[in-house]
């Protein structure tokens, strides 16, 4: 029961808009732009699995520092190489979209920051995220001394019983009182 | 659920076999399959999982809702549940046709990926302001100008909807019109060309009634539309500006995973830096004590230099409009034009060169960039209220002289119609109706249009002021730096003056202040909303054109503020300001005696008494009076003031619990880690006690079978496993849906955080 890479079945499409956060136009432009990833053998087999770095050749993911982080979050693989099916891109830009709430945008933005995917943040998953976000070049990069102070600055204010990491229900609960979470952790097509 | 599953394995379920109980529970079950559908979307459940719950929740459904229709009322059921699918059918259509409708949003799409969503929403709040004035135009178009112009009286017929004599040659040019004159300022565009009769056309349509109440009603749907977005944003974003998550918010939701361009990306990369560096640098600053007086001085300084500017521009304009009307009294064809529009390009100019003036200004004070934006903010707001403010007082000056004008016209056409009928009298002795061209009864100087149509001027002078600095401070500043810069001495594009950067704040300032504008002059000027759609749907195109076009991404990202609410207060402060003026003079001033829907009344409101009076049962009237009485509205006005206070001192009180929950949390936490070191310390003593004793005991005996004592030191390992298999602490309890969050696989396959290794047991931080 795949999608053959073609056409979208209408069923199909019912039961995507009833699982997903997606209009029927977005569904259909997610089908076209993911059909466009693959290649002539690729296309007659259902469910083909497209490899990480031609989904990270999308403009939408190209400029991102965390893109690496998602594809790895939403892959269904066993490998875990990062490759994404269909349904894990429509997974993908569901849970991106505009109308998706702010308990599942949270919940897939703290296993995107979550590194070492041992379910908590520690001190080096914040540091490698922090060094995501400074860039790559080595002028923009934090000192040691900067680095050690803003994570012992974030840990003050979001560990709340002190454990030394923030786990979902923490992260979750600072990031409902964030105004810009929701309108700037959106990818549209 | 488990229970009707395996029955329906073993035999086909009869529902008339099944007792009502039975039949409750399934009906039961049945709903809370179609509630876990519904909720399906909103779990982090990988595709394949969500399709299998749902194709297997759907069978379950279809065939006991089936099962469940074979009972009683099967017909109704049936029935129901067909409607509910295809409502449901509709609903989602629906949302799919709302959305493909949104007007340029492909546009925005592009901008925000160029740009950042802090410049696309700029666009966004243009796009919704278009909205409003589309509603507030459907209006005063639809119950104001289309009645009069289908089933008034039309043109010529009366005075007031006539051209006078004496303007009539001129009242086709150009330069006239351009101006809101000649026909323009009489026909439905403007106060004075409506009648005052109670009901026209065979409709009988209550003119000067719809009237007063879209006017009314135009404020009442602005004021409506902005507190309900304040709400749905604040509900949406938490509690406005909340200072304690500085650091975390930095860090999680600067991102913004709109961006597709790489150089937009380099560019938040760099101010994401700086704004870490910047904060680490505050927080580890103390107060900074050198040369505080100084800075102090030099504050003073600034805000005193700024106040000298407020004054003078304000003066200006008083001046300016004072001069206008000399200029009107002597007749406006003697002079040049720039002295005919001279209040116009005086404010235009004002609000484009004060801001600059007082951006060098503040270089004095030396203040964090942030609280720099907020004073710039601040101080271009009370310059345009300050301007507009002016305006309005000398326009009351004007308003004043016409209403003495008002009583000299009045006697002038007793005068005249005395005039009148002498000179058909003296001819024929029976007193004939008196036939005369509407254009030459001596004309009132209808201070209303007058109003009106200063403020479509205003407004057009204003978006001519816009779009021209658009051209030239952006398109033309690009042009010559892309093509100066092959023949310059010095890099034009990364000096001075390069690329010129979007001016969010500035922009969005500049729409806020026009819908003032819109608001206060709509009632004297039903074509204002009109012309307003007009300008923003220009706005729109052009805009967008431009920022694509000539500018660039912006290198540091400060907002103003961090959320929405900002732009839209200042929009509710606006809001509020601009019909004060518009409801002083329908309270205190008497409309003009010969143009206008009130003419002939005391005052404007006199209408609502009117209609109170002919058009409801006189029963009705008397209700109103009472619930009008004073003696009413005060206890009423001091009930809400005492609920604003009960609803405050309740949300401090919900605070407080907050802050104590959250000490409690800690002293839980704290608790529990001093209660798992303990018992692992007990745990370790008894573990070095089992292997001395294993030790021992395999020394003693080296041929007794190894598997009983195997079997004893295991019973002895289960046990002090169970010893240190505690309770998981208090915050995880907390989560309701437990068993699929600690595990974000339902199936496993994460470390779930239940139970300790033993191998863990030296380094407690985590459990």
Known sequence: ?189 | EDELEEESEESEVRPESLSPEELEMLKEAVYERKKLVQGLRGKPWPMKEKLVTLRESQEFVEKYEGALGKGKGRKIYAYKVMMSKKWMKFQRDFENFKTACIPWEMKIKEIESHFGSSVASYFIFLRWMYGINMILFCLTFGLVMVPEALMGRPYGTIPRKTVPRAEAASAMDFAVLWDFGGYAQYSVLFYGYYNNQRAIGWLKFRMPLSYFLVGVGTVAYSYMVVIRTMARNANESGVGDDNSFNFSWKMFTSWDYLIGNPETADNKFASITTSFKEAILEEQESCKDDNIHLTRFLRVLANFLVLCCLAGSGYLIYFVVRRSQKFALEGLETHTWWERNEVNMVMSLLGMFCPMLFDVISALENYHPRVALQWQLGRIFALFLGNLYTFIIALMDEINLKREEEKIIKFNITMWEASLYNATGSENSTALPVTFHPADVPRGPCWETMVGQEFVRLIISDTMTTYITLLIGDFLRAVLVRFLNYCWCWDLEAGFPSYSEFDVSGNVLGLIFNQGMIWMGAFYAPCLPALNVLRLHVSMYLQCWAVMCCNVPQERVFKASGSNNFYMAMLLVILFLSTLPAIYTIVTIPPSFDCGPFSGKKRMFDVIQETLESDFPAWFSKVFSYASNPGLVLPFILLMVLAIYYLQSTSKSYKEANVDLKKKLQTQNEENKRKNKLAALKAQTDLEEARAATQTAEQKNNNASLQHQHGETSSFRVKIKQRISFSPPAPRTLHPDTHRSLGYLPGGGFPQQREPRMHRVPSLQRH
């Open chain 1, 1 to 189: 029961m795949g999608t053959t890479a073609s056409q979208l079945g209408k069923d199909l499409l019912s039961e995507y808009q009833e699982l997903t956060f997606l209009t029927k136009q977005e569904i259909l432009l997610a089908h076209k732009r993911f059909t466009e990833l693959l290649t002539k053998d690729e296309k007659d087999l259902p469910n083909t699995r497209v490899p990480a770095e031609r989904i990270l050749t999308l403009p939408e993911l190209k400029s991102n520092p965390f893109r690496k982080r998602i594809c790895h979050v939403f892959s269904t693989s066993e490998q875990k190489d990062g490759s994404l099916t269909f349904e894990d891109f429509l997974d993908l830009l569901s849970a991106f979209s505009d109308s998706a709430t702010l308990e599942i945008k949270s919940h897939y933005a703290f296993r995107i920051f979550d590194f070492d995917d041992d379910g908590t943040l520690d001190c080096g998953d914040l540091e490698k995220l922090v060094n995501c976000l400074t860039g790559e070049t080595d002028e923009t990069r934090l000192t040691t001394e900067e680095m050690r102070q803003l994570i012992n600055n974030i840990l003050e204010e979001s560990d709340i019983d002190k454990d030394g990491t923030v786990n979902l229900s923490e992260f979750q609960h600072v990031i409902s009182r964030s105004p810009d979470f929701v309108s700037s952790f959106k990818i549209v097509l």
